[in-house]
C-alpha cells in the first residue's frame, strides 16, 4: 500500500524531471533491470524519507568536490522532505607509477623546457599532478592543451599557462579541435598518459587533414583496480541503488569485484552478462560518454540504467545526472520495480 508522503515525493520529483529532462547538458542510456535490497530502496522507517545511497568509486582523496556539488546542488534542498541521500565512499581504484614514468622523468630532466615539443597534452588531474611531478612551470615551456575544466584547474594551481581547452571535455573533441601550434610543418606532440587511456589522441591527430601532428605518448601513470571488503560488497550489492563512475577504469574495477563476489571470475563475457546482478544491483552514473559507453559495452547494464552528461561532460553535469537516476530509482520504487 502506497503512503501519502511516498505520493507527493513522486509529485515534488515528477515537478524536478520537467525542468532537467529540458537541460541541454542532460543525457540518459536509461536502464532496463535492476534488483535492489529492500533495506537500502523505500521510505525510511524512522524518518519516512525514501532513502538514495550513492556509491563514489573514485580513488581515496578525489572525492571532496564531487560529494561538496552533490550536497549544495539545489535539487537536494528541494526534496529534503522526501528524499534522503546516503553518500558512501566506496573507491575501486588507485593510481600507480606507469611503465614510462622514468623515461618521461629523463626526458624532463635533460631538456627542462621541452623544446623539441610543440605541445603538451594533459588529459586528467592525475596527469597534471605526474608532469607537475616532473616539469617546473616556465614561459619556455610548449603551449598546453588540457581536455576539461578540472585538468585545466589542476594545472593552473601548479602555475602552469593552458593554452587550449576543448569545447567538449574529451580525448575525442581535443584531438579534433586542438589547433595547430605551425602554420607549416610539424606539430610535435608531448601526450603524458595513462597506461589505461585509449589511443583515442593518437590516433585522430596523425589522421587530421588540415595540419601535420606527430604525438610521443608517455605511459606517465597507470589506474590500478582495488580489492573491496566483504562488507564494502555486501553493501554495494544489497544497499547500493546508484555507483558514480568518473572513468572507464573505474568501470572495469567495480565489476571485477562483483565478479569476485559472485565467484563468476573464469566466466566468459557472455557468460558473465547472464548472472542476475552482475553489476552489482546497481545503475549507474557517469562522468561522459566514454565511460557511459565502457558500462554499455560491458553488456552488464540495459541502456536504460546508464546515465551521464552528453553536452557538457564534468562536475556538474554528472551530478545532475546522479539526481535523475536517483529520481528515476525512487519512481521505480513507488510502483513496485520496472518501468
Known amino acids: 500500500m502506497k503512503t501519502a508522503k511516498m505520493s507527493s515525493m513522486i509529485l515534488a520529483w515528477k515537478a524536478l524531471t520537467l525542468t ?40 581515496i582523496g578525489k572525492n571532496g568536490k564531487l560529494i561538496e556539488t552533490i550536497e549544495g546542488h539545489p535539487t537536494r534542498k528541494m526534496l529534503e522532505n522526501s528524499m534522503k541521500v546516503n553518500i558512501i565512499e566506496m573507491p575501486t581504484i588507485e593510481h600507480a607509477d606507469g611503465p614510462d ?19 603538451v597534452v594533459i588529459t586528467s588531474p592525475e596527469s597534471a599532478k605526474v608532469f607537475s611531478s616532473c616539469v617546473k612551470p616556465s614561459s619556455d615551456l610548449p603551449k598546453i592543451a588540457a ?29 579534433e579541435e586542438l589547433p595547430p601550434a605551425k602554420d607549416m610543418g610539424l606539430n610535435n606532440v608531448l601526450y603524458p598518459a595513462s597506461a589505461k587511456a585509449a589511443e583515442t589522441i593518437q590516433d585522430i591527430l596523425g589522421k587530421r ?20 571488503t566483504e562488507d564494502q560488497i555486501a553493501l554495494a550489492r544489497n544497499d547500493v541503488q546508484i555507483a558514480c563512475f568518473g572513468s572507464p ?44 559507453n565502457k558500462c554499455l559495452a560491458s553488456g552488464r547494464w540495459e541502456s536504460n540504467d546508464i546515465y551521464y552528461p ?8 554528472w551530478v545532475e545526472s546522479c539526481y535523475m ?4 530509482v525512487m519512481e521505480r520504487d513507488f510502483w513496485g520495480g520496472g518501468w
Do not use: H
Open 20 to 59: 532537467l529532462a529540458f537541460s541541454p547538458c542532460l543525457s540518459t542510456l536509461r536502464l532496463k533491470t535492476s534488483q535492489t535490497s529492500s533495506i537500502a530502496l523505500g521510505a525510511n522507517a524512522e524518518t519516512d524519507l525514501f532513502t538514495v545511497n550513492i556509491a563514489l568509486t573514485r580513488e
Open 209 to 228: 587533414k588540415d595540419a601535420s601532428f606527430r604525438v610521443q605518448r608517455l605511459n606517465t601513470y597507470d589506474t590500478v583496480s582495488v580489492t573491496l
Open 147 to 175: 581536455v576539461g575544466k578540472a585538468t585545466k584547474k589542476a594545472l593552473l594551481d601548479e602555475g602552469y599557462t593552458v593554452d587550449f581547452v576543448p569545447s567538449k571535455a574529451n580525448g575525442e573533441t581535443l584531438a
Open 101 to 119: 614514468l622514468e623515461d618521461f622523468k629523463t626526458l624532463a630532466s635533460e631538456d627542462a623546457s621541452l623544446s623539441e615539443f610543440d605541445y
Open 310 to 317: 552528453a553536452v557538457d561532460p564534468g562536475m556538474t553535469g
Open 249 to 292: 577504469t573505474a568501470v572495469d574495477a567495480w565489476l571485477e569485484n562483483m565478479d569476485k563476489a559472485l565467484g563468476i571470475t573464469d566466466l566468459s563475457d557472455e557468460e558473465k552478462q547472464k548472472v542476475a546482478g552482475s553489476n552489482g544491483n546497481s545503475v549507474a552514473v557517469c562522468i561522459g560518454t566514454t565511460t557511459a
Open 325 to 328: 537516476a536517483a529520481g528515476d
